[in-house]
């Protein structure tokens, strides 16, 4: 069974510029969760959605958004990307919205704003 | 809100030694706990979990952790470490109604050999 993949794995944008990440669950799981994980404020939640709809949110300004289809892939949104957006970011599935079902995560996705 | 602790930002032992990672949680109801490893450029990797009953657990990879409540701590433990064990792990507690986890700023693990 494949894992989580998220694309890309490397991305270099500038300040202002928007950026869209993606993440493709493991087969069956219909919840996606996003995080970002930095050196100073290590890893943060920032949304989980399923069945298509936000669920719950972390504290991140609207300039981060997301969104599921119908598949249960989810796609992140950054607009006017700012210099402390540079993170990891990291996409987790699971079966359903509960934390007794156990998450699995992607590689991350490596994104550097200059 | 919940929140987690971990004291030590880096750790380093034997290969061999004994490990204990120290985590401490704050959270109003009954807790779900976790412990997460990460090895530089991977994803995490769930090593094992607290939801109820036995307060120690055992996981993979010949880790177990304690749930203490008294203590709020939920400490990482594996009597003999390898070096393939050199990581960085995150504790986290979660709420069980959704996917939303707060973690620990993480303690990196050096094993000498």
């Known amino acids: 069974k494949a894992g989580v993949t998220q694309t890309p794995r490397y991305l270099i944008k500038t300040r202002g510029q928007q950026v869209t990440l993606s993440c493709s669950p493991i087969s069956g799981h219909r919840s996606v969760s996003w995080y970002q994980q930095t050196p100073g404020q290590g890893l943060q939640f920032l949304f989980e959605?399923?069945?298509?709809?936000?669920?719950n949110k972390g504290n991140f300004p609207g300039r981060f958004s997301g969104r599921q289809f119908s598949n249960s892939r989810s796609e992140m949104n950054v607009s006017t990307l700012e210099l402390g957006d540079s993170a990891l970011y990291l996409c987790a599935s699971s079966l359903a919205l509960s934390n007794i079902n156990e998450q699995f995560f992607g590689p991350g996705t490596r994104l550097t704003v200059l | 809100a919940q929140s987690v602790t971990q004291p030590d930002i880096h750790i380093t032992v034997s290969e061999g030694a004994s490990l204990e990672l120290r985590c401490n949680y704050s959270y109003g109801a009954t807790p779900y706990l976790f412990w997460y490893v990460q090895s530089p450029g991977q994803g995490l990797q769930l090593l094992l979990k607290?939801?109820?009953?036995?307060?120690l657990v055992q996981g993979i990879k010949g880790f177990e952790a304690e749930f203490k409540r008294s203590q709020s701590s939920f400490n990482l433990r594996k009597p003999s470490v390898h070096w393939s064990d050199a990581a960085e792990y995150f504790c986290?507690?979660?709420?069980?109604?959704?996917?939303?986890?707060?973690f620990g700023a993480g303690t990196r693990l050096t094993v000498k050999p």
């Open positions: 607290y939801f109820s009953g036995d307060t």
């Open positions: 986290a507690v979660g709420a069980g109604n959704n996917n939303d986890m707060r």
């Open positions: 959605y399923f069945s298509e709809t936000q669920r």
